[in-house]
Nanobody, 122 residues
Framework: QVQLVESGGGLVQAGGSLRLSCVAS????????MGWFRQAPGKEREFVAR????????ANADSVKGRFTISRDNAKNTVYLQMNSLKPEDTAVYYC???????????????WGQGTQVTVSS
């Protein structure tokens, strides 16, 4: 069992930056691929970024390429999402997730955090 707790969300102006963190419980964090997803009001949850268990492989959604960076520190059981050049359309609740597969498919992730709100004002 893995418990995930996100933090770092907030209100920021367009063009600003935020760094989200997701801390995992348990001693098996380094065996899980991790993903960040987001859900805006009235929309389906969508993939944002993913990282392999050892951190060597990452991938982003086209909508955030060049602006968002996912990383992880297995010694701290933490995955990060650095978000730069934020846009109003990035406004959403952001979730981290853990799974056994390195995938962009949210159905493949077994464990989810409670989410953190990111609001970008224009």
């Amino acid at each position: 069992q893995v418990q995930l707790v996100e933090s770092g969300g907030g209100l920021v102006q367009a063009g600003g930056s935020l760094r989200l963190s997701c801390v995992a419980s348990g001693r098996t964090f380094s065996t899980y691929a991790m993903g960040w997803f987001r859900q805006a009001p009235g929309k389906e949850r969508e993939f944002v970024a993913r990282i392999s268990s050892n951190g060597r492989n990452t991938a982003n959604a086209d909508s955030v390429k060049g602006r968002f960076t996912i990383s992880r520190d297995n010694a701290k059981n933490t995955v990060y999402l650095q978000m730069n050049s934020l846009k109003p359309e990035d406004t959403a609740v952001y979730y981290c997730a853990a799974g056994s597969r390195y995938t962009r498919m949210n159905d493949e992730y077994n464990y989810w955090g409670q989410g953190t709100q990111v609001t970008v004002s224009s």
